[in-house]
């Protein structure tokens, strides 16, 4: 057979990589005759920008937050050749929210695949259960370790059982003598106790630590060994900062010759040469939501005797005197086992050889050989039928996303607002609205893609804006490149789009510090918001404001704030709209998309269906007039539209661009109609050709956007404005994509038009 893998792999540290390893090399052994007994593929998953140097199996990778990667895999493996799919799933490894991106590329399979969960949450999140679902309805079979992750896909997710296998969690066949591995390691006058595996604050490790102490008053020659690295996420995040705890916790409990941290991720032989050489496996993990554990099977298989806290697989796995269990952060417990087992020779040794007895069952020839014969069954049966997922949205025809020109204009103290061609002019220095909104791309982009990158220039913009505000809480808007003040008061607009940026920043902060500073300039900043007199800056503080509710909702007095501005809007509409002009003005002028936009968000918070129907009405007349025959046309700044004359076709820019991806987005999501996801693709290719004159704004050598296109052609400048907007657009597109795919039944059918009458339900 030929079988492809997905999962993550070595030389990448971690579990389930090695789990992969380990499970092709048991599918791909000899047979009878000395040849292949199975083709192996592998398709590895790259994380946060790292490149491996892979074995020749792994004939792809996938980075994680990369969307197109995944599609270009799901075509890479129907052409292949192979007759099943076998994927290792776990939330964390796939990119996007919950690790979403991996739907599209199984809805894209044309050959039966067979998921291994290794892990089921019995209180998932909205998102875990839904993608979970669909990656489960999908399956031809879905593989589990145990009985408890059978029951909660029954009793949770409404799988049935007959799609369900049981497949232990397999163990190497490595072996070796127990006293001359002691030896080896000089640890033959020692009682060793062994924890080993990636560290963090989850693993509980102070339990054990805290019951040394009494362990040792009477079995002074125990000696605790803590093998492992610390987790590559926790180190990405929080340092070594548990390490550094459980050293200091050594240390004031005087246990420097009882414990030994080394910090190390050793190969599958080396480990099993300490797990021979330990008496005691420990598992102190801090709560029982653990489906499976890779590293208590492995001291099963090495004939362990392991004492554990109940976690759901230790609690399964550890029953008929197989190891022993205490309560969850309960040292007192644990010293108590401890020292029983450890007076008590005879008892140990039985535990010892009755988990060894268990894991001759469970290596990994025989659970290669289980898979094998699951794999077998599905080869001829065609992929399971779900409803083909035809998304509107091509990602293969994007390019790759990059934030190089972004990085060429900004510099210390903000974003430069223009450039000659792709290189910043520093003659006009800084602007409000450019370093707000390029605070919204980096927060879009981190929230995508996790990227280092949108991390470092966050303070940068978010600095500028704390900088420009003055005391009565309005902003400043331009500064000179030698910093000097342009402006006293900035214009309503830049406010708005400043207010939009701060909204999506509460919701969105990657930590505490950035959200407590933009939460303390958004209320700095919120007397002014009954000032506002610009129909535009109206638009974007409600969309500002609509973002801060969502993570806030409860805050009655924002709601009400939330009310006087979208009636201030509405009112604009009441004021000017006729029967063939469905409008807020007299005249479409610039960044247009951006009044339904506003009214859409609005939609989602305030149960009123006025709202909604202006919204819907707007979108529609702006629609009819920018979006024809597929493609996006925008109204032109040179002279604008105005009411009962000619459309200007000239001087169209990104920004007006960006607001219709933006309105039709939120179309998508306040009414799941795929019709908007169409509209939303369409207005973005106008950045890559599908516009007036057919040519690319996105500048493919500096990646940047230029600055829109005049009666003469492009405009070749590629100033902050323009490249943010193609940025925020592309992203929106992304999200998109994810949201597409976790979406089941559309609240409306595809043939149904909104009637300005008809109730919706919101």
């Not at 330990?278 to 499976?292: F, G």
């Not at 933009?518 to 209320?523: A, H, N, Q, S």
């Not at 829109?708 to 490249?723: D, L, M, T």
Request: hydrophobic share 40%; glycine share 6%.
């Amino acid at each position: 057979m030929k079988l492809v893998f997905i999962g993550t792999y070595p030389p990448r540290e971690c579990g389930i990589g090695t789990f992969t390893r380990n499970l092709t090399k048991s599918l791909s052994g000899s047979d009878k005759k000395g040849g292949p007994q199975n083709e192996v593929l592998v398709i590895a998953m790259d994380d946060h920008d790292q490149k491996y140097k892979y074995p020749a199996e792994v004939k792809l990778s996938i980075q994680q937050e990369q969307q197109t990667d995944y599609l270009q895999a799901a075509d890479f493996i129907n052409l292949s050749g192979a007759d099943v799919c076998i994927l290792q799933h776990e939330f964390g490894i796939y990119g996007g929210q919950c690790g979403v991106y991996i739907l599209p590329l199984l809805h894209r399979l044309d050959i039966p695949f067979i998921v291994t969960l290794h892990t089921v949450l019995d209180s998932p999140s909205y998102s875990e259960k839904a993608i979970l679902k669909e990656i489960c309805k999908m399956a031809n079979k879905i593989v589990v370790m145990n009985e408890k992750a059978v029951f909660f896909l029954t009793s949770i997710y409404d799988i049935p059982s007959a799609s369900i296998v049981l497949i232990e969690h397999g163990v190497p066949d490595i072996h070796f003598d127990k006293q001359e591995s002691r030896r080896e390691f000089k640890l033959t006058n020692k009682k060793v106790l062994l924890t080993f595996g990636f560290i963090s604050r989850n693993k509980g490790i102070e339990t054990v630590i805290k019951a040394l102490p009494e362990v040792i008053k009477k079995h002074p020659q125990v000696l605790y060994i803590i093998l492992g690295k610390t987790h590559p996420n926790v180190l990405r995040h929080s340092g070594e900062e548990y390490r550094t705890y459980l050293q200091l916790l050594i240390k004031n409990l005087d246990l420097q010759s009882q414990v030994l941290l080394l910090n190390e991720f050793i190969a599958e032989k080396e480990l099993f040469k300490y797990l021979s050489a330990c008496d005691i496996y420990l598992t102190p993990y801090l709560n029982e939501a653990q489906i499976t554990s890779g590293t208590l099977s492995y001291a099963m298989g090495a004939g362990c005797a392991v004492v554990s806290t109940p976690y759901w697989h230790a609690a399964e796995l550890l029953t008929e005197e197989k190891g022993r269990l205490f309560g969850f952060n309960n040292s007192e417990q644990l010293a108590e086992i401890l020292d029983d087992l450890l007076d008590h020779p005879e008892s140990l040794k039985q535990i010892q050889d009755n988990a060894y007895k268990y894991g001759r069952e469970t290596t990994w020839p025989k659970i290669g050989k289980k898979y094998l014969q699951l794999s077998k069954a599905l080869k001829d049966i065609p992929k399971v039928k779900t409803e083909k997922k035809e998304n509107a949205i091509d990602l293969l025809l994007l390019p790759p996303f990059s934030l190089t020109h972004i990085k060429r204009l900004t510099d210390d103290t903000g974003i430069i607002q223009h450039a000659k061609f792709g290189i910043p002019n520093l003659k006009e220095g800084y602007c409000l609205d450019d370093n707000a909104r390029a605070l919204l791309m980096v927060l879009m982009t981190y929230k995508q893609k996790k990227g280092a990158a949108a991390l470092k220039f966050m303070p940068i913009y978010l600095s500028y804006i704390h900088y420009m505000q003055n005391k009565d809480g309005t902003f400043r808007n331009f500064l000179s490149f030698n910093r000097n003040f342009l402006d006293e008061v900035g214009s309503e607009d830049s406010f708005g789009r400043t207010i939009w940026a701060l909204g999506y920043l509460i919701g969105n902060a990657p930590n505490d510090a950035y959200y407590q500073t933009g939460k303390l300039v958004f209320f700095d900043a919120l007397p002014n918001f009954k000032r506002l007199r610009s129909i535009r800056s109206i638009a974007n503080t409600i969309i500002g404001v609509c973002y801060y509710l969502k993570t806030n909702p409860g805050d009655e007095g924002m709601v009400e704030i939330l009310k006087n501005l979208t009636d201030k809007l509405i009112g604009h509409y009441d004021a000017n709209h006729s029967e063939n002009w469905k409008w807020f003005e007299s005249l479409l002028a610039y960044d247009n998309g951006i009044l339904p936009l506003a009214l859409l968000h609005s939609a989602q918070i305030i149960p009123d269906e006025r709202i909604a129907e202006v919204a819907m009405i707007t979108m529609d007349f702006l629609t009819e007039h920018t979006l024809k025959d597929g493609a996006l046309s925008v109204i032109g700044n040179s002279k604008w539209y105005v009411k009962e004359g000619e459309r200007s076709f000239f001087a169209q820019q990104p920004i007006d661009a960006m607001a219709m991806v933006l309105m039709f987005h939120q179309a998508f999501l306040l009414t799941g109609r795929k019709e908007y996801l169409n509209k939303l693709f369409a207005s973005f290719m106008w950045f890559l050709g599908e516009n007036d004159l057919r040519m690319s704004l996105y500048d493919f050598e500096t990646k940047g956007c230029c600055d829109g296109f005049e009666h003469y052609g492009i405009n070749r400048n590629q100033g902050a404005e323009s490249s943010l907007a193609y940025l925020i657009s592309y992203l929106t597109v992304l999200q998109a994509h994810e949201e597409f795919y976790k979406t089941n039944d559309s609240k409306f059918s595809e043939k149904e038009s909104y009637q300005p009458n008809q109730s919706m339900h919101l």
